[in-house]
Every structure is written in C-alpha cells, then in structure tokens.
C-alpha cells in the first residue's frame, strides 16, 4: 500500500466521498488519531471515537427490546437500540480506531456500517463518515487478522512520520521549544521502531508530546527522568544533553537589544527559533516586536532557523496579537523580508 505524510493523510479522508471508509495502517503514537480528528475538523463535523479493544457486538449494534408492533394489534416486535454515541441525527465522522485489534464478532458487526451506513433500522445521516485504523504486525502491538469481507471494504493507506509535518503541528499546538528544537534539529528520533526488548518507552510523536506536558511542570532537576521515561534511555539522554545546553541560551530580550549575539552552536540556534514560535502564541502585542527584532539576529546567523521560523508562524490559523503584530512587523524588515522570499509564502508567490 501508499505511505501518506500527515498532510496527505487529512486531505485523503476530507475529499473522499462520504460511502468510502479509509483504513490508516502505521505503529502506535504515530499520531493517527489526532489527524482524524483534524480532519473533522476541517470538515466542521464532530468525531466520534470507538476502540476495537473495548467493544462487543452490542456495543454498536445495541441491545434489542420489545415493544408493540405498528397499529396496536396486540403483536409485539424486537428492535435493537444502537448506543447514543453512533444514534444521531446530523452528519458526524465515526472514528473506529484499533478496529483490528477487536474480536471477530466485532469486526462483523461493522459490515454493513461500513458497506451500507446501517446498523440494523438506524442508517448514519448523509454526509456522515466512517474511518477506520490500526496498528501493524511487526508494531508487536494486539492485533487479529482482518477478516477479508471486513478490509475488502475498506480503502488501505499508511502513515508514515513526518518531522517537518510534526514540527508545523506542535508550533501550533504549543509544543516545549526544547522537544521543537531537539526534533528540529534530530528528525530522525522522532519515531523509532519499538526496541526487541522489553524497554517500555521509545520515541513517538505521541511521547514527545507527553514529555512536552511534562516539560511545562516539571522543575529542570527532574528533565533526566521525564525524558527517559517518555521517549527512553537512549533518546531521553540525548534530549537531556541538548536541553542543558540549551539553558545557556541568551534570552530573546537581549538578542533583540543587541545585548547578546546569537550562538556559534547549532543546537542553540534551533531552541532560539522554537522560542519565538512559543512567544508568538501569547497576547501581547510586544512579543509580536520581540519576536521580529530577535528574529533579525538569527537571520543573520542562520538564515535556515530563520526561514523554518517565520514559515511555521505565517501557517498558524490563530491569529494571536503577538502574531499580528509580528507580521506587521516583518514587513519593515530587510533581513525578515529576505526570510520571507527565501521561505516558503515567497516560493508560492513566485509559482
């Protein structure tokens, strides 16, 4: 089968015709469901979430009752009620995810949602989608073979990562810039295969994101052990090494004061760009200025972290008023506005 990059993927789900069930195939923490979820939200449906793993039969096609037939002649009939999650009356997307790992039973039961909209006497309202998922043999995950009437009626894609398309997504969800900066400069521990031992963490994009969380709340002291403990030994040391170093990073403040120069080391470039994205997310119009007279210095120094900076702020849909006024700004700049024709808003405009 294909292998989709993260944008791919959520545009493949937005523009299938609503009958066609996309199966996304790829290892755990790769980040499947944040990306259904994104593109119902593009579609402007909410997403209802079933695991395979937690469901039996009755919980998708529901429990029968009695009750009297039409025209009260004293007959009776059973129906089945389906569960209020999937009992609705407007266009919503129906995420199944883990849909390999349930049982036989389960997966039977999806036949004809899957086929036909229908579960037993409730038909899904027009517009509404179904999209399935799971995970790989090889993932060493709880998967069950795919009955071939259930997957003949699916259409099969992978997932693969992606760290630019990552990196786009956690400058707008307000990823640490350690863990944008680390990943920025290190793609490739984004996400490892699960080690042949029995070491319970590894790096994913979903365990980056943890250590993210923990990041935000967790005093420096203990960064060693969130680290290991999210992504593991090998790639939390790495991040702890990087991180430390990046605390000797000069401030924003001073960089734009012209009382600081910008760093010779790599690293630390990277962490100062991955702090103005996180500035930029704020409601102050002077971070918006911070930001860009900051930005100027790194230009100067390297015009890559530069670049890789404006463009993931330029892409952000919220428009907070340090971003606002970071664009006015920007503007007026040589050194940004030489950002912006090397970036990618300045390849578009030239296409």
């Keep these: 089968m294909i292998a989709l990059s993260p944008p791919e993927l959520v545009e493949l789900v937005v523009a299938l015709p609503p009958t066609r069930t996309p199966f996304i195939w790829g290892p755990p923490g790769i980040g499947k469901s944040a990306l259904v979820r994104e593109a119902a939200d593009f579609l402007g449906i ?11 039969p009755e919980d998708l096609i529901g429990v029968p009752r009695i009750r009297p037939r039409h025209g009260n002649d004293g007959q009776y009939v059973t129906e089945f009620c389906p569960p209020s999650a999937i009992l609705q009356s407007e266009p919503y997307l129906l995420f199944v995810d883990e849909l390999n790992s349930a049982v036989p039973d389960v997966q039977k039961a999806f036949y004809s949602l899957i086929l036909d909209r229908r579960l037993g006497d409730y038909q899904l309202p027009a517009e509404s989608r179904v999209v399935g998922a799971g995970n790989r043999i090889e993932d060493r995950a709880l998967v069950r073979p795919m009955a071939t009437a259930l997957s003949n009626r699916m259409l099969h894609v992978a997932l693969e990562p992606n760290a630019e398309a990552w990196l786009d997504w956690g400058s707008r969800a307000g990823i640490h810039p350690l863990v944008l900066a680390f990943v920025r400069a290190r793609p490739d521990r984004l996400c490892e295969a699960p080690p042949g031992d029995a070491t319970p963490a590894y790096p994913t994009p979903r365990a980056w994101h943890m250590l993210s969380d923990g990041l935000h709340s967790v005093g420096d002291e203990l960064w060693p052990a969130l680290a290991a403990g999210s992504v593991g030994d090998r790639a939390g040391a790495e991040f702890s090494a990087f991180a430390k170093r990046a ?3 000069p401030k924003l403040e001073d960089l734009a004061s ?3 120069t910008v760093p010779d080391d790599p690293d630390l470039i990277y962490f100062l760009g991955a702090s103005c ?3 930029l997310g704020t409601s102050s119009e002077q971070d918006g200025i911070l930001v860009a007279e900051a930005l100027e210095a790194l230009g100067e120094a390297s015009m890559e972290v530069a670049v890789w900076t404006v463009d ?6 919220d428009k907070t008023d340090a971003l606002q006024s970071f664009e006015e700004r920007i503007r007026n700049s040589k050194v940004l506005v030489d950002v912006l024709r090397l970036g990618r808003f300045g390849r578009e405009a030239r296409a």
């Excluded at 909410?46 to 039996?56: I, R, Y």
């Excluded at 993931?312 to 849909?317: H, I, S, T, Y």
């Design 247 to 249: 605390l000797l990073a």
């Design 46 to 56: 909410p997403c209802v979430t079933l695991l395979g793993t937690q469901l039996a």
């Design 258 to 260: 012209g009382n600081a």
């Design 277 to 279: 994205l996180a500035r």
């Design 312 to 317: 993931a702020a330029l892409k952000r849909r």
